[in-house]
T-cell receptor, first 111, second 115 residues
Framework: TQLLEQSPQFLSIQEGENLTVYCNSS?????LQWYRQEPGEGPVLLVT?????EVKKLKRLTFQFGDARKDSSLHITAAQPGDTGLYLC???????????FGAGTTVTVRA | NAGVTQTPKFRILKIGQSMTLQCTQD?????MYWYRQDPGMGLKLIYY???????DKGEVPNGYNVSRSTTEDFPLRLELAAPSQTSVYFC??????????????FGPGTRLLVL
């Protein structure tokens, strides 16, 4: 089983502040995905990154894939209460079509 | 499209009881998956299926069984419930499963408590 480590485990910030969540592995990803999960619901895909060094933006969310394809980060600018949720990174390793998940970062944005 | 639907939403079982968690998708996806999510542990793959009639074990299959008689349905069976199976169970599906960023669509989950 490939291990994905996410940090921090919990993050609580004030509305308007910025935050960054990290996802790391000792193995190379073939691709990496970020999901957001709200209480009582299943995870919903936010983005997929495939190329080392790739940066993708989704409104106030910026996703970066490390050059070595072993790490990724999610940055939220001017966080809003609607950004509250569990952020999960998930990766495909080599040609394995099974998705491996990190433990998640619980983000709380206070109004 | 309803996407991926799961029933029931919540269930309490006594130790040793059995039950089936239902999962249905209406997107004509070939691949279907069952995960369990425990606090602070992320999602662990229990079983998956690459098409009707074909299933295989994931990371944590012990204590569970699955079947895939149709493209739409992928039920998960617990034969002898144990407290260690207390968890939230998610079913997911994807069109293909080639490991290059294929999107998985998740159901809303079934919360199971075994006492």
């Amino acid at each position: 089983t490939q291990l994905l480590e996410q940090s921090p485990q919990f993050l609580s910030i004030q509305e308007g502040e910025n935050l960054t969540v990290y996802c790391n592995s000792s193995s190379v990803f073939s691709s990496l995905q970020w999901y957001r999960q709200e209480p009582g619901e299943g995870p919903v895909l936010l983005v997929t990154v495939v190329t080392g060094g790739e940066v993708k933006k989704l409104k106030r969310l910026t996703f970066q894939f490390g050059d070595a394809r072993k790490d990724s980060s999610l940055h939220i600018t001017a966080a809003q209460p609607g950004d509250t949720g569990l952020y999960l990174c998930a990766a495909y390793f080599s040609n394995d079509y099974k998705l491996s998940f990190g433990a998640g970062t619980t983000v709380t944005v206070r109004a | 499209n309803a996407g991926v639907t799961q029933t029931p939403k919540f269930r309490i079982l006594k130790i040793g009881q059995s039950m089936t968690l239902q999962c249905t998708q209406d997107m004509n996806h070939n691949y279907m998956y069952w995960y369990r999510q425990d606090p602070g542990m992320g999602l662990k793959l229990i079983y998956y299926s690459v098409g009707a009639g074909i299933t295989d074990k994931g990371e944590v299959p012990n204590g569970y069984n699955v079947s895939r008689s149709t493209t739409e349905d992928f039920p998960l069976r617990l034969e002898l419930a144990a407290p260690s199976q207390t968890s939230v169970y998610f079913c997911a599906s994807s069109l293909i499963g080639r490991g290059r960023g294929e999107t998985q669509y998740f159901g809303p989950g079934t919360r199971l408590l075994v006492l």
